[in-house]
């Protein structure tokens, strides 16, 4: 809408209501009314919208897309007894439209009258054409929806794509069925056939990546949700998803590609700001990644996550006094994400701030206690300042909490560290035993240990 365009709205909104207002009498035509019924709805102000369809009804009577427009502003305020008094009202003046038998079965169906309304649109059957069928199973879809039978749903939905390969409620509600039924691979062979319908369908390319993307086959859905934007250059969607799916398998590169190209289609936001971050966070580039958080940071001062990334950024350049500033920002908006506190506790240990760096810890396992990663960092830690024997201690602790060889492995480390080699290689025979690939776990806890002779032998022997 142009701004003359909206100008002209918005003077005739102020006319109708100060008429209203003063008690005016007043007659607007067919469009005014068209025009100030979509404004109000588009508002959300229902209310008004029903107002002025009131209006609209006594002065154009014979108008029959005045009635059948505040049946459905009814039914969307969940008023569906009197959106069937208004819709009966509509069918004397047109008699047999099948438009207002079609909302009187979706209202019937509200009212928990499902029989009655599935009588209705069998009649309707009687004298359908395609174009007829395709509304009709798309009511029948939702009566189905209702009454939570998604297998019928899904075929309501399909019968009705297969009539009009376009249509625009079918392909958007037939995906959230798919998801409750796991219909994927019947998804990718109906969207298939509705693409060879109709090959510039984005809602069914969306649709389509959306299937393969949950069947595993990334690269099948990267390839339709591209499809999807590159037909609708509008369709924020599936930039996004395409942008995620390629973050999620590390094509960071591609992730972020796509996320600029979402950038020159739409306003920016604190979201997608994050999001470039990231990508160039992950691709190494700390300062570019800094510059799009500091961006984002201004368009939603309050954004955590970001404060958070941008303390891993110069946690990752070894700048640990402004990265322990930056997290510790991010815990003054959220106090109650425990990877915060963690990254908080990995600045101060940098920078021997040791009795915080261990409330951080701490407090980052009190938050998540059965979060195995937070008793290893604190372990770590401590086997740092050497205090092993607690380190011991509190592996024992966190069995209470968290199961998994990581804990044996911690434990190996710290056997190691206090000398006791022997009890260490016996239990790193179990742990090997156990779980061979999480031996790295060792390493990360006493990197020396990686050039032990003992070690490396018992590992080469297991490897074989």
């Known amino acids: 809408m142009n701004f003359e365009e909206n100008q002209t709205i918005l003077d005739l909104i102020s006319e109708y209501e100060t008429s209203l207002e003063k008690g005016d009498s007043f007659f607007l035509d067919e469009k005014s009314y068209a025009q100030l019924i979509e404004y109000y709805e588009n508002e959300d102000l229902i209310d008004k919208a029903l107002e002025a369809t009131e209006h609209a009804i006594r002065h154009h009577g014979y108008v029959i897309d005045f009635y059948i427009k505040k049946a459905r502003l009814l039914m969307e305020d969940h008023q569906d007894a009197q959106a069937l008094t208004v819709l009966e009202r509509a069918g004397l003046f047109a008699p047999g439209e099948p438009g207002i038998d079609l909302l009187r079965a979706e209202a019937m169906a509200h009212m928990g009258l499902h029989d009655e309304a599935f009588a209705l649109l069998a009649e309707l059957k009687k004298q359908a054409n395609s174009t007829l069928f395709c509304e009709i199973y798309v009511c029948e879809a939702l009566i189905h929806e209702l009454l939570e039978e998604y297998e019928q749903v899904f075929e309501a939905l399909r019968a009705a794509l297969l009539e009009n390969p376009r249509h625009q409620e079918a392909l958007e509600r037939i995906w959230l069925c798919i998801e409750s039924t796991k219909k994927y691979e019947e998804s990718v062979r109906l969207h298939q056939q509705l693409l060879d319908l109709d090959p510039y369908s984005y809602l069914a390319w969306y649709n389509l990546g959306h299937a393969y993307a949950y069947l595993g086959n990334y690269d099948e859905a990267i390839e339709a949700y591209e499809y999807a934007y590159l037909i609708n250059e509008k369709f924020e969607f599936a930039y996004r998803d395409r942008a995620e799916l390629c973050f999620e398998i590390k094509q960071y590169r591609k992730a972020l590609n796509c996320y600029l190209e979402l950038l020159e289609q739409t306003e920016s936001d604190s979201d997608l700001l994050l999001c470039i971050g990231q990508c160039y966070q992950q691709l190494e580039d700390y300062v570019t990644a800094r510059r799009y958080y ?29 990265a322990e500033r930056a997290f510790a920002k991010a815990i003054e908006i959220e106090d109650q994400r425990e990877e915060y506190y963690a990254a908080l506790a990995e600045a101060q240990f940098e920078l021997g701030e040791w009795k915080k760096a261990e409330t951080n810890f701490k407090k980052a396992i009190e938050l998540a ?39 044996l492995y911690c434990r190996i480390a710290c056997l190691f560290a206090l000398g006791r080699r022997q009890e260490g290689c016996y239990w790193l025979g179990e742990a090997l035993a156990e779980d061979y690939e999480m031996h790295r776990t060792l390493f990360e806890m006493m990197p020396a240990l990686e050039f032990d002779p003992d070690v490396a032998a018992m590992i080469t022997d297991y490897s074989a």
Not at 297 to 317: K, P, R, S, W
Not at 372 to 383: A, H, N, P, V
């Open 294 to 322: 500091t961006q984002a940071l201004q368009a939603d001062t309050f954004n955590d996550e970001v404060l958070y990334y941008i303390g891993e950024c110069y946690a990752e350049e070894g700048k640990w006094k402004r």
């Open 369 to 407: 206690p059965d979060q195995i990663q937070f008793w290893m960092q604190y372990t770590g830690f401590l086997i740092e300042i050497d205090r092993v024997e607690e380190a011991l201690t509190t592996l024992q602790e966190a069995e209470n909490y968290s199961i998994g060889s990581e804990i």
